[in-house]
């Protein structure tokens, strides 16, 4: 529910001025006039003279820092960014966090939360999460995303990270299917044009009003021109050229698979997708007695559903081996965010499979009894259009 804006600037006076603080990001613009900055961020420092509050600002072009002293000093350095029209702030503190969103009619949309404690290090020394794209992001203030969603999101960056190599050069032309409300496509957009690639993103969603919805928010960041949006079906949505990268989170049952043979379809570079609801398997399972010793494994029926999420994937990166791609899968969150959390990611190598990996992906296959949905799309002859 909105709150008027002084109170809540006031609350986040307060914290800022709390020797409590950890860590503040203030970004983004309200409707009217513009920052003096882009953005600000304010953390305690301990120098020779003392602790102090240290500020460091950016126009846009280069950075500036100074440090202030607690009491007075910081307190008119604190005033003076306050009376700044940032469009957002994002607080944290030893004991909790505020996020701040000033909405266009000027009142305060304010999510309150207590900070959680980061892991103790094997040192003993307990380190602040470092954010790949920090919540105090400008694009937030446009894109929202629950606090849990904005943890998927980071998290799924930093798989992305680790998949592309640090050299990596040129255009990337990049493709998230099944994109929904876009917090991974925007985010993905954002982080990799900080690692200075020219990026040309498409979202695709089989709903026409997301389309409208995230292409507005398009133009509202001013990426338009980069970052466009198709309604359509993942296997049938039009994306030209062929995408470098394809990311697809938490596309449900079978959409993850039509995800998967798409990527292979355009020969794309790398693969990213985060699977949801594994139902297909799980039915054929029940229509064949498991075959011996396993009848355990299959009996209960709890069971048999983690067993097929388990056989899902691992006969998706088998397939993903068989077409010419390197394949793991990966925890990319922790479960306490969400019950997906695996991640499957694969890089094309070009290389044929060797006969030992069609032997062993073709035995279980034989063995359980079951046709993959992703098998059965990437075996026919009629290709998605590109």
């Not at 959390?341 to 035995?363: C, D, F, M, V, W």
Request: with cysteine; hydrophobic share 40%.
């Amino acid at each position: 529910m909105p709150e008027p804006l002084d109170a809540a600037l006031t609350e986040v006076r307060a914290l800022l001025l709390d020797p409590a603080l950890t860590r503040a990001v203030a970004a983004g613009r309200r409707r009217g006039p513009r920052p003096t900055v882009v953005r600000a961020e304010l953390r305690p420092v301990t120098l020779k003279a003392g602790p102090r509050l240290q500020i460091a600002t950016s126009d846009g072009a280069r950075p500036y820092t100074r440090n202030v002293a607690p009491g007075p000093e910081a307190a008119v350095a604190v005033d003076e960014l306050l009376a700044e029209p940032f469009g957002n702030w994002h607080v944290e503190t030893t004991d909790a966090t505020l996020q701040l969103r000033v909405t266009k009619s000027g009142e305060a949309q304010v999510h309150r939360a207590a900070t959680a404690r980061p892991a103790a290090t094997p040192g003993g020394n307990d380190r602040a999460k470092e954010y790949l794209l920090d919540p105090g992001d400008e694009i937030f203030a446009e894109i929202g995303g629950s606090a849990a969603k904005r943890r998927q999101v980071d998290a799924f960056l930093r798989a992305l990270a680790a998949t592309l190599p640090d050299e990596l050069t040129g255009p990337l032309r990049v493709v998230d299917l099944g994109c929904g409300n876009a917090y991974l496509t925007f985010a993905a957009y954002r982080y990799l044009t900080s690692r200075g690639l020219d990026v040309q993103l498409i979202g695709v969603d089989v709903r026409e009003d997301q389309r409208r919805r995230n292409t507005e928010l398009a133009q509202r960041l001013g990426w338009a021109e980069q970052v466009s949006f198709v309604a359509g079906t993942i296997a049938d949505a039009v994306v030209d050229p062929a995408p470098d990268l394809v990311l697809a989170l938490h596309a449900c049952d079978t959409a993850t698979d039509e995800a998967l043979a798409r990527a292979v379809r355009w020969e794309a570079r790398w693969v990213l997708a985060a699977p949801c609801c594994h139902h297909d398997l799980a039915k054929q399972l029940r229509a064949h007695p498991a075959p011996a010793p396993y009848e355990l494994l299959t009996r209960q029926g709890i069971l048999r559903e983690r067993f097929a999420d388990v056989l899902t994937d691992a006969l998706r990166a088998g397939l993903l081996r068989v077409h010419g791609y390197r394949a793991e899968v990966v925890e990319f969150v922790d479960s306490q965010h969400t019950p997906r959390n695996l991640l499957i990611r694969a890089r094309r190598t070009g290389s044929g499979p060797t006969e030992p990996q069609r032997a062993e992906y073709r035995e279980l296959v034989d063995q359980w009894q079951v046709t993959p949905r992703l098998e059965t799309l990437l075996a026919t002859d009629e290709a998605p259009a590109a």
